[in-house]
């Protein structure tokens, strides 16, 4: 079974960087392929990014290539979101998810992921 927690987020001025975390509390993390999707008021669910099971591949979206790294680190269970150059647009709910039959196609659908942590807010001022 997989219980995903984020943590990390927070308010921080445009141009600032947070790092998110997301720890799984059960035994099978390195099973799954993990991602970060974010989702603001009134918009839909989105991708952020996503890391292979054994982390030796990693998607991002194209708005955030260059400022966001994703990481993982299988022996601790965890999941992160390095967030640097941090915009107002960037503004949303943070969530991180797990799946395990994904592929360079689905990464970037939410419906191919399982698991769900409760989201951590993200908020950056201008």
């Known amino acids: 079974q997989v219980q995903l927690a984020e943590s990390g987020g927070g308010l921080v001025q445009a141009g600032g960087s947070l790092r998110l975390s997301c720890a799984d509390a059960?035994?099978?993390?390195?099973?799954?392929?993990m991602g970060w999707f974010r989702q603001a008021p009134g918009k839909e669910r989105e991708f952020v990014a996503a890391i292979s099971r054994s982390g030796g591949r990693t998607y991002y979206a194209d708005f955030v290539k260059g400022r966001f790294t994703i990481s993982r680190d299988n022996a601790q269970n965890t999941v992160s979101l390095q967030m640097n150059s941090l915009k107002p647009e960037d503004t949303a709910v943070y969530y991180c998810?797990?799946?395990?039959?994904?592929?360079?196609?689905?990464?970037?659908?939410?419906?191919?992921?399982?698991?769900w942590g409760q989201g951590t807010q993200v908020t950056v001022s201008s």
């Open positions: 059960g035994r099978s993390f390195s099973w799954y392929a």
């Open positions: 998810a797990a799946g395990d039959s994904l592929d360079s196609d689905t990464y970037y659908d939410p419906e191919k992921y399982g698991y």
